[in-house]
């Protein structure tokens, strides 16, 4: 991974002073930005939105101690991605295999909603994600969202509007990249269904087709 850490970044106020109110609200919380998790010579580099406030901020690994990394977790597994079906702490043993997992932005946002201001600040640490990504041989990028779909373009240097969000879309990029999007896997998309397991497993699906040996 590239030397370029947010673990110590305060450079946006309203997020540092949320993080702030969070620690002392919840002293045992990692309640920091929180790092990429997974294999470091990854094929697929999946990225999120943001750390939730009782999963990534309070365990300092992404989707992991909440609902949001159920069915990312179970179907990673499935697929051969993670060693186990479930992230509970860092410090269980689950090891990612050809994955990486990260967010567009690395604090917990009050209501989950970073603002767009906040998803340009911590770009650069995508930026520099992606580009060892890229020279470690990566190929698929997975987006849950349509933030983290704009951020990774916007990251990639691309223009939005040539890539627009739609779930199950893919979207080859100029790099040599295939970009894959999907809704994002949180408990209201979950529970009303607007992501299911299948529809989830068959973006998988099609990643494993085309991307990985």
């Known amino acids: 991974m590239s030397s370029m850490q947010p673990m110590d970044c305060r450079q946006c106020d309203r997020l540092a002073k949320f993080l702030d109110t969070v620690k002392t609200r919840y002293p045992d919380y990692y309640a920091k930005p929180v790092p990429a998790f997974g294999d470091e010579k990854s094929k697929l580099l999946i990225i999120g939105l943001a750390p939730g406030m009782h999963g990534a901020n309070r365990t300092g690994r992404p989707f992991t101690g909440d609902y949001a990394g159920v069915l990312l977790y179970q179907t990673l597994h499935k697929f051969g991605f993670a060693s186990h079906h479930e992230s509970i702490s860092v410090d269980d043993d689950l090891v990612l295999n ?5 967010n567009a932005v690395k604090c917990l946002p009050p209501e989950n909603k970073p603002k767009p201001d906040e998803v340009r600040q911590c770009e650069p640490y995508l930026v520099a994600e992606l580009d ?3 020279t470690t041989g990566g190929k698929a990028l997975l987006v849950l969202g349509t933030v ?3 951020a990774a373009l916007k990251a990639l240097g691309l223009k ?3 890539f ?6 893919v979207h080859v990029l100029s790099n040599g990249l295939i970009l894959y999007d999907s809704y994002h896997c ?6 009303t269904k607007r992501l ?3 529809m989830f497993e068959q973006v998988f699906e099609r990643i494993k087709k085309d991307q990985i040996d």
């Not at 050809?98 to 990260?102: G, N």
């Not at 949180?186 to 529970?191: L, P």
């Open 98 to 102: 050809q994955c990486r997992i990260t």
């Open 132 to 134: 060892t990504f890229i």
């Open 148 to 150: 983290a779909h704009q």
């Open 160 to 162: 939005l509007k040539e």
């Open 164 to 169: 627009p969000f739609g779930h199950g879309a």
């Open 186 to 191: 949180s408990r209201y998309n979950t529970q």
């Open 196 to 198: 299911t397991t299948a």
